[in-house]
């Protein structure tokens, strides 16, 4: 039987890159996403296998609509990747804009919480799978990214919680926690700076969204007794360093 995954923020980087794996895999995958033109061309390119659907995960209301409107050939959902998601720019917390700061927590925590309650019931139906993309930041903090790393936190933690309450359904969880991979994610954080973006990657040879979404597929199709619960992901070239200590 065809297995369908439901990827939202299908237009960019790990998304885009998840739905092409999974269809040359011989899946069906609805992915959502708030670019119209993106999800057109990525229509174009994927055929049948994919729907396209318009949503922003920021508008709770209308999740809703999205799930109960699946037609039927896609609305029986194995896999449900919860990759929507951003960060507000690098200030510290103390000088941050806390609308762009309560905007990434509207879309990487409430539209996700969401999507995924109306989700579960052909999840559980189908002994699917739950596959939340945390960071990194959700266990290092660095300056800068307070709320992001926070909302990356709850991923960690609502994914493995979440296991607890599905336990006996068959429904599996996994928090991916990836670090530098070169894809929008900067670019959006700096509001459009594609220069400190490159500057960012440059030399480093950054994880590519590629190899993000070849580790969700690994464990989507590991075999149906086998739960990671949670996957940590660098570069090599990224590592850790120690403690900032302020001396007057
Ligand atoms: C982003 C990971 O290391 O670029 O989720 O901050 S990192």
Known sequence: MT???FISGVTAGIGAASARIFIKDGWQVVGTGRRQD???????ELGDAFLPVTSDMRDLEDLGRVVR???ERFAGIDLLINN????APMDDFQDADIDKQLNSMTTNMDG???LTRHLLPTLIERKGAIINLSSVAASYPYRGGAVYGATKAFL???SLSLRSDLSGTGVRVTSIEPGMAETEFTIVRTEGDKAASEKLYSGINPMTAEDIA????????????LNINRLELMPTSQSFAGFAVHRD
């Open 3 to 5: 297995k369908t995954a």
């Open 38 to 44: 993106r999800l057109d061309a990525l229509a174009d």
């Open 69 to 71: 409107q699946l037609p």
């Open 84 to 87: 929507a998601g951003l960060a």
């Open 112 to 114: 996700l919480v969401v």
């Open 156 to 158: 960690k933690q609502f």
């Open 214 to 225: 070849n580790s969700i597929h690994w464990v989507a199709t590991l075999p149906p007794h």
